[in-house]
Antibody, heavy 118, light 107 residues
Framework: EVQLVQSGAEVKKPGESLKISCKGS????????IGWVRQMPGKGLEWLGN????????RYSPSFQGQVTISADKSISTAYLQWSTLKASDTAIYYC???????????WGQGTLVTVSS | DIQMTQSPSTLSASVGDRVTITCRAS??????LAWYQQKPGKAPKFLIY???SLESGVPSRFSGSGSGTEFTLTISSLQPDDFATYYC?????????FGQGTKLEIK
């Protein structure tokens, strides 16, 4: 059974750094893309970017390029999304997603709520 | 970037109704379109890819059609489990983008 298990909710202050995780199981982690999708409170879905853990090929949405970093550690089948400097506007649920082709998202993690508030 | 626009934003319907949600792309995306269903407090669920191909396990009352810039998601006979928010997503080109969502409510 394919599973994506994300790290727990975070409460941070503006200016702090953060790294959230997503552990994949039940499939070949290195042969599928992992992506990240943001959902701000009461809003729709936004694609941040994808990574192919097999060779670390990474694609970002221009809206998020430079704002976040996507990485993966294939030795532990885990992908990461990190911020160096959080802003209040980063408050959202972040979903990790699996993608066989890198384009559609067939499995979703349970979501990680990130709250940034002073 | 390709903009995706869904209509309506909210749709009220009854169990047993046939409903259609429309998704329009700002430029041609061929058939590179997916649909997702999201229930409150849950992660989205993958329904359709390639504009019209049902993901495994998705009930046959769901269907998708269209190509180019105009697409539809149809539910042939609404069931209580179908009341949710639906999103289209284009994957013709980076950056991938979603529609703003259509909330399907019980009338």
């Amino acid at each position: 059974e394919v599973q994506l298990v994300q790290s727990g909710a975070e409460v941070k202050k503006p200016g702090e750094s953060l790294k959230i995780s997503c552990k994949g199981s039940g499939y070949s982690f290195t042969a599928n893309w992992i992506g990240w999708v943001r959902q701000m409170p009461g809003k729709g879905l936004e694609w941040l970017g994808n990574i192919y853990p097999g060779d670390a090929d990474t694609r970002y949405s221009p809206s998020f390029q430079g704002q976040v970093t996507i990485s993966a550690d294939k030795s532990i089948s885990t992908a990461y999304l990190q911020w160096s400097t959080l802003k209040a506007s980063d408050t959202a649920i972040y979903y990790c997603v699996r993608s066989i082709t890198g384009s559609t998202f067939d499995y979703w993690g349970q979501g990680t709520l990130v709250t940034v508030s002073s | 970037d390709i903009q995706m626009t869904q209509s309506p934003s909210t749709l009220s319907a009854s169990v047993g109704d046939r409903v259609t949600i429309t998704c329009r792309a700002s430029q041609s995306i061929s058939s590179w379109l997916a649909w997702y269903q999201q229930k409150p407090g849950k992660a989205p669920k993958f329904l359709i890819y390639g504009a019209s191909s049902l993901e495994s396990g998705v009930p046959s009352r769901f269907s998708g059609s269209g190509s180019g810039t105009e697409f539809t998601l149809t539910i042939s006979s609404l069931q209580p489990d179908d009341f949710a928010t639906y999103y289209c997503q284009q994957y013709n080109s980076y950056p991938y983008s979603f529609g703003q969502g259509t909330k399907l409510e019980i009338k």
